[in-house]
């Protein structure tokens, strides 16, 4: 216990802790909104697409991140227009656009004179790595994502759940779809600090997953990803700091540990309840 008292005293640390609680805001939002819609998958060609700006940010010289900002960005606008303007199914804009960007990623990097030494925290990301501008960056993404939903909650939820009301009823659909997707993308780029390319997909996924065995009310589902997420990222920090294993995947590996401890829970009252119900 004096250990993990005395963690605290180290900078850091406590940048982490911070960064997990943004984290955890942003991604318990925005990825409520992503599993409620059922476009994981969309995320995922996102995340990936991603790679591809951080490839030719390291070619050119400038920041990775803000190469993958741009280029998720006009990834999800991509997605978002194609499957809906053309006759191009949703899941094969995707798939093009995810290998599109691995391989603009994989291809400017190859390029790139000398070893790229950082490539591996935006994989898999080091939470313990992050600094004090990108703790700014995620609280202003944690004010403006928070400050949206409260503002559009009630047609962010009409679309979430029933797109075609809430064109019948003459809802903003389009503007609301590109900015929610935009919230995504930017969702994604600003936590691959936190658990990396690969792993960010869990953090949008996962933690509202377990919210959604337990609650089929839609604030009630962000309000649990939130706090979920941010007990999974703590605990997945400690796991990563005795057994000196990398962050992202320790606060993955609890968090799908959590969700079949979840499940399990959930089968057993709802055996008990049967039970009870038949007596």
């Known amino acids: 216990m004096e250990t993990i008292i005395t963690l605290f005293e180290y900078r850091f640390f406590t940048n982490a802790l911070l960064a997990a609680l943004f984290a955890s805001i942003t991604c318990g939002i925005t990825g409520a909104y992503i599993v409620s819609r059922r476009i994981v998958f969309i995320s995922g060609g996102i995340t990936h697409a991603s790679f591809g700006g951080i490839g030719i940010g390291y070619f050119f010289g400038f920041n990775p991140i803000v190469g993958a900002m741009i280029f998720s960005v006009l990834s999800a606008f991509g997605i978002e227009y194609m499957s809906k303007k053309t006759n191009l199914r949703e899941d094969s804009v995707i798939a093009i656009l995810w290998s599109f960007g691995m391989a603009v990623g994989i291809i400017f990097i190859f390029l790139t004179p000398g070893y790229s030494a950082n490539l591996m925290s935006f994989l898999f990301g080091n939470i313990l790595t992050v600094t004090k501008l990108n703790l700014v960056f995620l609280l202003i993404l944690a004010l403006l994502i928070t400050g949206i939903f409260l503002v559009f909650f009630k047609t962010i ?6 797109e075609q009301y809430a064109r019948a009823v003459k809802l903003p659909v389009e503007t609301i779809n590109y900015l929610m997707i935009t919230l995504v993308a930017l969702t994604i780029v600003f936590n691959i600090k936190v658990v990396g390319i690969i ?9 509202q997953t377990i919210a959604n065995i337990f609650t089929k009310k839609f604030e009630i589902m962000i309000w649990l990803s939130i706090i979920i997420g941010f007990l999974g990222s703590i605990s997945g920090l400690l796991l990563s700091y005795y057994l000196n294993v990398p962050s992202g995947a320790a606060i993955i590996f609890f968090l799908v540990i959590l969700f079949f401890i979840s499940k399990i829970f959930r089968n057993i009252l709802t055996s008990l309840r049967i039970r009870k119900q038949i007596q």
């Open 199 to 207: 792993l960010v997909i869990s953090l949008l996924t996962i933690p």
């Open 157 to 162: 939820l009409f679309i979430a759940f029933d």
